[in-house]
């Protein structure tokens, strides 16, 4: 597998802010010279259903969507959206994934039971999964908004880009306050 | 000359030379920026609505929202019979709405450039139907084209206003979902300086009386049959002989799943799909041995084809509902099984109102009265899933008036003392004046309840004709929606605060009662709007009765024993003080 060319899907609830991952790594591939397409949720889903974004990376990428058993990376910024979106994975995909549980309504209503432990049985459990406590992490890093830059740190140790390069694709994807808090996110991810 | 003018989109974040990653739908504003267009007018809906809002960040195009797409199409012709280049942005059902004046200017053509985009959605990410807008470029006879990528969506859109010109009509512009959404490498070119034409009185061209149209109908032909002669010479539909076992038409978004599920096979692009290329497509089938047709939705290139005489293959391998994707591709032609999500059954999580939604406390107030709900089109129609499932039916925009108003006339007078018509604001000012005016005017008793808001909230907040602002967030004349109710005829036009919960029952009582048409106003503005300063509430002795669970609320979740409030998600509305009948719920402390 090159690292300079994968498929990445991005999921988590509506409303959780998962755009600005793939924009970040939208600009990293576009500054790198490589091809690349973004498929983001727009719309009903994203009061607080599920969401899915596709990226792909590469020369000759045609379809903007990753196909099921194809992904070589899946952040999820959710528990139970991970487990959701195992089956894009393929056999020796990796799963980043944030520990944090959102509570669907029909959890919340009793209809359904959330899994004990999402991210150790089934489907997850078939994958490399690496659990990060993003939500804490980005806390620390000075704002719980921040947990996407987290992920993007754990991402980052597996792809081939420079540090210099994140950084820049970073600076130029969030507002110029919130630089320094979403960089040492990144980098709390990332270590 | 232009380059102030290119300097200003600069500023606005658009810089106009570096490649960039952009939206389909940012590519169209873009191309239509580039082709120099002067005037937008859309009503928004996924998945278009972003070709209009990026339109709005070039300052030198006038951009506004209308109140529907008919609207919105209306003054896009207009302003292109008055000389300038104009475009109009919607969703497929937008097309509908907007149908009338559509099929007309189709006879009148036009002055300055006029495209129509229009966005489906296979698969109904965020609509109501499936329905294949090529079917409206048939209908209407008006050319089509319909791009596959960022890039080409630029492009396209320019050339659209190039033909619309030189063939004197209006031109779709098709996207999907998948094009509309999906961000991909686009190069950028300037601004073309195009001055707005001078505007001219031509009544045979303009005037569409019988005698008129019927001289503009053969035009209409003519040029339908000039195009389809000049579609088989058209770059942009493209034959890329490979290996010539396979041969696939196709076109959009399918032609970039077809690339990647089948690399060897021959391709024909169409990048107009409408007229079709029947010279081009016979000398496509005669170099390939198996020739297959993959679309979205309806069979459409398929039938034209087989229709010419043309044996082809396509929707006996795909069938008729939801996305086409590499892998049903592959699995229709190379029988590679279709890769299944696990067998582990996950709770579902479908969308929900948002925590402090206004809409919420109506919803609950009608759930408790068991009232019928004929619901529309918004937010709220989120209300239909339990536990609130407070809807019985949702048909289209504006409809939930006429269908009260229709079943007050099924079943009697009595029926309306236990039905509401719902709608928001956006969908009132979009098509549900006209029901109101007819439900008093045919002296039906039915209760209409407003979901002010003060915003277009479904489709990502976009400003309407009653919000006080404009596109560009100026200052703009606000309808008033209480005025406006009572200038129809109804007298008793009732305004309540929907976090009250005990007030929305009290008068949603008392207006069903009433013998005649009444409205109430249900007003505050969406969560999203405005951060809350209100900290968030704790459960504090919680007897676990599960009365504030009913609420529907993300930020309230039971956890074994008890039930507790999620403060990352709480804003404070306070509904659930309101509905638990232990006083158990309180105010909390905003920690600093
Ligand atoms: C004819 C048509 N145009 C556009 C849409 C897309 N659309 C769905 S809901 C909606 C507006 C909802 O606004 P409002 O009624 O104010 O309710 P809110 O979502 O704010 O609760 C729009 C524009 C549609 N479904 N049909």
Not at chain 2, 297 to 312: M, P, T, V, W
Not at chain 2, 492 to 520: G, M, N, Q, W, Y
Request: proline share 5%.
């Amino acid at each position: 597998m090159s690292q300079l060319s994968f498929d990445l899907v991005i999921v988590g609830v509506g409303g959780q802010g998962t755009l600005l991952a793939s924009k970040i790594i939208g600009k990293l591939a576009l500054s790198a010279g490589l091809g690349v397409k973004v498929s983001e949720v727009h719309g009903m889903s994203q009061r607080g259903g599920s969401v899915i974004t596709h990226v792909r990376v590469g020369d000759a990428v045609h379809a903007p969507l990753v196909s099921l058993g194809a992904a070589d990376y899946l952040i999820s910024f959710e528990a139970l959206e991970a487990a959701r979106a195992a089956a894009y994975l393929k056999e020796d995909g990796i799963a980043i994934v944030n520990t944090q549980r959102i509570l669907p309504m029909p959890v919340i209503t009793g209809a359904a039971a959330y899994p004990a432990d999402p991210l150790t049985a089934p489907p997850l459990s078939d994958h490399v999964v690496e659990a990060v406590d993003a939500l804490t992490l980005a806390v620390e890093a000075g704002s719980q908004k921040a947990v996407n830059l987290v992920l993007l740190g754990r991402l980052s140790r597996h792809l081939a880009f420079e540090e210099e390069a994140w950084k820049h694709a970073i600076a130029s994807s969030v507002p110029r306050a919130t630089f320094a808090t979403n960089l040492k996110a990144f980098e709390a991810g990332r270590v | 000359m232009d380059e102030n003018k290119l300097i200003s989109a600069e500023q606005f974040g658009m810089p106009s030379r570096e490649p960039q990653l952009m939206l389909g739908n940012e590519a169209v504003a873009r191309g239509a920026w580039e082709a120099g267009v002067h005037v937008v007018s859309s009503y928004p809906g996924t998945p278009s609505t972003e070709i209009t809002e990026a339109a709005a960040k070039y300052e030198e195009v006038d951009v506004q929202w209308a109140p529907n797409e008919k609207v919105a199409a209306e003054v896009a012709f207009g302003a292109a019979m008055a000389g300038a280049r104009a475009m109009t942005c919607m969703k497929h059902v937008g097309v509908n709405v907007a149908a009338d004046p559509i099929f007309t200017a189709a006879y009148t053509g036009v002055n300055g450039g006029l495209v129509i985009c229009c966005a489906d959605d296979p698969a109904m990410h965020s609509s109501q139907n499936e329905q294949d807008s090529r079917y409206y470029a048939r209908a209407a006879h008006i050319p089509m084209l319909e791009p596959a990528d960022s890039q080409e969506c630029l492009e396209y859109t320019k050339l659209a206003f190039e033909l619309s010109e030189e063939l004197d009509t209006p031109v779709f512009l098709r996207l999907t979902t998948r094009i509309s959404h999906a961000r991909s490498i686009v190069k950028q070119g300037k601004r073309e300086s195009i001055p707005v034409k001078a505007y001219r009185k031509d009544m045979m061209k303009y005037v569409m009386m019988p005698a008129m149209a019927r001289k503009r109908h053969v035009h209409v032909e003519k040029r339908e049959s000039f195009l389809s002669e000049a579609a088989n010479q058209m770059p942009i539909n493209e034959i890329t002989m490979r290996d010539q076992e396979i041969g696939v038409i196709t076109s959009g978004a399918c032609y970039q799943y077809v690339r990647d599920a089948l690399p060897n096979a021959s391709t024909l692009k169409l990048g107009m799909v409408y007229p079709m290329p029947m010279k081009l497509i016979k000398q496509f089938a005669d170099q390939v041995k198996r020739l297959i047709v993959f679309e979205e939705l309806e069979g459409l290139l398929e039938k034209d084809i087989r229709a010419a005489g043309i044996a082809c293959e396509g929707k006996n391998l795909t069938g008729l509902q939801g996305e086409l994707s590499v892998e049903s591709i592959k699995h229709a032609l190379l029988g590679t099984p279709m890769p299944v999500a696990s067998g582990v059954d996950l709770p579902a999580r479908p969308p929900v109102l948002c925590p402090g939604c206004p809409h919420r406390g109506v919803f609950y107030a009608v759930s408790k009265l068991g009232l019928r709900v004929m619901g529309d089109i918004g937010c709220y129609t989120l209300a239909a899933l339990p536990p609130l499932s407070a809807m019985d039916a949702c048909l289209c925009m504006g409809a939930s008036i006429g269908m009260a108003s229709g079943a007050e006339r099924a079943q009697g007078k009595a029926f309306s003392k236990g039905t509401i018509a719902v709608l928001g604001d956006s969908t009132f000012l979009h098509s549900g004046i006209a029901p109101l005016i007819d439900a008093v005017y045919n002296r039906q008793s039915i209760t209409v309840l407003i979901l002010d808001n003060r915003i277009t909230g479904m489709t990502g907040h976009q400003q309407n004709p009653a919000s006080g602002l404009d596109i560009r967030n100026q200052p703009a004349p606000a309808v008033d929606i209480q005025k406006l109710c009572e200038s129809c005829g109804v007298t008793h036009v009732s305004i309540v605060d929907p976090f009250d919960l005990k007030a929305v029952e009290k008068v949603l009582k008392e207006e069903t009662e009433r013998d005649e048409v009444s409205v109430v106003i249900a007003r505050r503005a969406c969560a999203l709007l405005e951060r809350s300063t209100i900290p968030p509430y704790v459960i504090d002795g919680c007897r676990n009765c599960g009365m504030c669970l009913k609420l529907a609320c993300p930020a309230i979740e039971r956890r074994e024993k008890q039930v507790v409030i999620n403060a990352a998600l709480c804003i404070g509305c306070g509904m659930c003080a309101q509905v638990c009948p232990f006083k158990a719920i309180k105010e909390g402390v905003r920690a600093v």
